[in-house]
Protein backbone atom coordinates (compact mmCIF):
# COMPACT_ATOMS: atom_id res chain seq x y z
CA UNK A 1 0.00 0.00 0.00
CA UNK A 2 1.17 3.36 -0.73
CA UNK A 3 1.68 6.16 2.04
CA UNK A 4 1.43 8.47 -0.76
CA UNK A 5 -0.18 9.08 -3.79
CA UNK A 6 0.60 11.87 -6.36
CA UNK A 7 -1.41 11.98 -9.49
CA UNK A 8 -1.87 13.56 -12.39
CA UNK A 9 -6.06 14.52 -12.94
CA UNK A 10 -6.82 15.66 -16.03
CA UNK A 11 -9.74 13.03 -17.61
CA UNK A 12 -11.68 11.37 -15.12
CA UNK A 13 -13.18 8.58 -18.03
CA UNK A 14 -13.49 4.47 -17.53
CA UNK A 15 -11.20 2.77 -19.06
CA UNK A 16 -12.20 -0.56 -17.92
CA UNK A 17 -13.68 -2.88 -15.85
CA UNK A 18 -11.15 -5.26 -13.90
CA UNK A 19 -13.08 -6.89 -10.89
CA UNK A 20 -14.67 -9.69 -9.67
CA UNK A 21 -16.83 -8.38 -7.70
CA UNK A 22 -20.45 -7.47 -9.81
CA UNK A 23 -21.74 -5.01 -7.11
CA UNK A 24 -18.37 -2.70 -7.83
CA UNK A 25 -18.78 -3.51 -11.81
CA UNK A 26 -22.19 -2.28 -11.85
CA UNK A 27 -21.35 0.79 -9.81
CA UNK A 28 -18.20 1.19 -13.13
CA UNK A 29 -20.76 0.79 -15.15
CA UNK A 30 -23.05 2.95 -14.01
CA UNK A 31 -20.49 5.75 -13.17
CA UNK A 32 -19.34 4.99 -17.19
CA UNK A 33 -22.37 5.78 -18.54
CA UNK A 34 -23.19 9.00 -16.06
CA UNK A 35 -20.40 10.32 -18.11
CA UNK A 36 -21.13 9.53 -21.29
CA UNK A 37 -24.11 11.32 -20.67
CA UNK A 38 -23.18 14.18 -18.66
CA UNK A 39 -19.69 15.67 -19.34
CA UNK A 40 -18.17 18.66 -21.39
CA UNK A 41 -15.75 18.90 -23.35
CA UNK A 42 -12.77 21.79 -23.34
CA UNK A 43 -10.89 22.26 -26.25
CA UNK A 44 -9.62 19.12 -26.68
CA UNK A 45 -11.21 16.57 -27.90
CA UNK A 46 -9.82 13.73 -25.05
CA UNK A 47 -10.41 16.60 -22.35
CA UNK A 48 -14.00 15.76 -20.41
CA UNK A 49 -15.12 18.57 -17.87
CA UNK A 50 -16.59 16.19 -15.21
CA UNK A 51 -15.93 17.94 -12.27
CA UNK A 52 -17.57 15.50 -9.55
CA UNK A 53 -15.29 12.50 -11.01
CA UNK A 54 -12.78 14.46 -9.06
CA UNK A 55 -14.67 13.87 -5.87
CA UNK A 56 -15.60 10.10 -6.85
CA UNK A 57 -11.61 9.77 -7.80
CA UNK A 58 -10.20 11.05 -4.47
CA UNK A 59 -12.94 9.56 -2.19
CA UNK A 60 -11.92 6.29 -4.29
CA UNK A 61 -8.57 6.48 -3.15
CA UNK A 62 -8.97 6.84 0.54
CA UNK A 63 -11.71 4.22 0.99
CA UNK A 64 -9.34 1.50 -0.91
CA UNK A 65 -6.53 2.66 -0.21
CA UNK A 66 -6.71 3.60 3.83
CA UNK A 67 -6.25 7.25 2.91
CA UNK A 68 -2.89 7.79 1.82
CA UNK A 69 -1.75 11.53 1.48
CA UNK A 70 -2.70 12.50 -2.07
CA UNK A 71 -1.22 15.43 -4.00
CA UNK A 72 -3.16 16.19 -6.87
CA UNK A 73 -0.29 17.01 -9.17
CA UNK A 74 -1.92 18.42 -12.69
CA UNK A 75 -5.54 19.65 -13.06
CA UNK A 76 -6.47 21.74 -15.82
CA UNK A 77 -7.99 22.65 -19.46
CA UNK A 78 -7.58 23.88 -22.48
CA UNK A 79 -8.60 26.94 -24.72
CA UNK A 80 -8.08 26.80 -28.66
CA UNK A 81 -4.27 27.82 -29.17
CA UNK A 82 -5.80 30.49 -32.29
CA UNK A 83 -7.74 31.91 -29.44
CA UNK A 84 -7.39 36.19 -30.23
CA UNK A 85 -5.79 38.00 -26.94
CA UNK A 86 -8.77 40.16 -25.87
CA UNK A 87 -10.70 36.84 -26.31
CA UNK A 88 -8.40 34.26 -24.85
CA UNK A 89 -7.91 36.54 -21.48
CA UNK A 90 -11.67 36.24 -20.61
CA UNK A 91 -11.26 32.64 -19.94
CA UNK A 92 -14.56 32.39 -17.93
CA UNK A 93 -14.90 28.49 -18.57
CA UNK A 94 -11.64 27.86 -16.88
CA UNK A 95 -12.41 29.95 -13.68
CA UNK A 96 -15.99 28.08 -13.63
CA UNK A 97 -13.56 24.52 -14.42
CA UNK A 98 -11.20 25.28 -11.77
CA UNK A 99 -14.14 26.48 -9.35
CA UNK A 100 -16.24 23.23 -9.55
CA UNK A 101 -13.28 20.90 -9.42
CA UNK A 102 -11.66 22.68 -6.52
CA UNK A 103 -15.10 22.46 -4.72
CA UNK A 104 -15.25 18.75 -5.40
CA UNK A 105 -11.84 18.14 -3.64
CA UNK A 106 -12.79 20.27 -0.80
CA UNK A 107 -15.85 18.07 -0.40
CA UNK A 108 -13.50 14.93 -0.46
CA UNK A 109 -11.59 16.24 2.20
CA UNK A 110 -14.27 17.01 4.15
CA UNK A 111 -15.85 13.33 3.63
CA UNK A 112 -12.06 12.71 5.20
CA UNK A 113 -9.35 12.55 1.86
CA UNK A 114 -5.59 13.69 3.45
CA UNK A 115 -4.87 15.60 0.19
CA UNK A 116 -2.17 17.87 0.91
CA UNK A 117 -1.49 19.33 -2.54
CA UNK A 118 -3.17 20.69 -5.43
CA UNK A 119 -1.38 22.40 -8.79
CA UNK A 120 -2.85 23.88 -11.93
CA UNK A 121 -2.25 23.06 -15.10
CA UNK A 122 -0.49 25.37 -15.72
CA UNK A 123 0.87 28.90 -14.52
CA UNK A 124 1.54 29.37 -18.57
CA UNK A 125 0.60 28.62 -22.26
CA UNK A 126 3.53 26.26 -23.20
CA UNK A 127 4.19 23.68 -25.94
CA UNK A 128 2.34 20.32 -25.13
CA UNK A 129 3.64 17.55 -26.05
CA UNK A 130 0.46 15.80 -28.54
CA UNK A 131 -0.90 19.27 -29.41
CA UNK A 132 2.19 21.54 -29.91
CA UNK A 133 1.21 25.36 -29.91
CA UNK A 134 -2.81 24.69 -30.72
CA UNK A 135 -4.01 24.68 -27.26
CA UNK A 136 -3.42 26.71 -24.33
CA UNK A 137 -3.90 25.17 -20.72
CA UNK A 138 -2.17 28.37 -18.78
CA UNK A 139 -3.45 30.90 -16.71
CA UNK A 140 -0.97 33.64 -18.02
CA UNK A 141 -1.17 33.76 -21.79
CA UNK A 142 2.22 34.12 -23.44
CA UNK A 143 2.43 35.53 -26.55
CA UNK A 144 4.70 32.80 -28.49
CA UNK A 145 6.11 35.65 -31.13
CA UNK A 146 7.92 37.68 -28.21
CA UNK A 147 7.64 36.03 -24.95
CA UNK A 148 5.03 38.63 -23.49
CA UNK A 149 2.67 37.61 -20.57
CA UNK A 150 -0.35 38.37 -20.13
CA UNK A 151 -2.76 37.16 -17.04
CA UNK A 152 -5.89 35.60 -18.09
CA UNK A 153 -8.82 36.28 -15.72
CA UNK A 154 -8.41 32.29 -14.06
CA UNK A 155 -4.97 33.76 -13.13
CA UNK A 156 -6.56 36.65 -11.03
CA UNK A 157 -9.39 34.29 -9.22
CA UNK A 158 -6.33 32.06 -8.49
CA UNK A 159 -4.60 34.86 -6.72
CA UNK A 160 -8.23 36.55 -4.92
CA UNK A 161 -8.78 33.12 -3.51
CA UNK A 162 -5.11 32.47 -2.53
CA UNK A 163 -5.17 36.20 -0.58
CA UNK A 164 -8.32 35.67 0.88
CA UNK A 165 -6.69 32.00 2.31
CA UNK A 166 -4.15 34.23 3.86
CA UNK A 167 -5.95 36.92 5.65
Given at each position: ????LI?N?????L??????NMT????LL???????L???F????W??IV???L??A???VK?????P?????E??M????N?T?PE??Q???R???F?????NL?R??D??A?????????????F??R??Y????????V???N?????????Y?FK????R??N
Amino acid sequence: MPEWLIRNLLVIKLIGMSTSNMTEMVCLLVLCISWILFYRFANSYWLYIVPWGLYKAVTYVKETYRNPVIILAENGMDQPGNATLPEVLQDTTRVNYFKSYITNLKRAMDDGATVIGYFAWSLLDNFEWRLGYTARFGIVYVDFKNSKRFPKNSAYWFKKILQRKSN
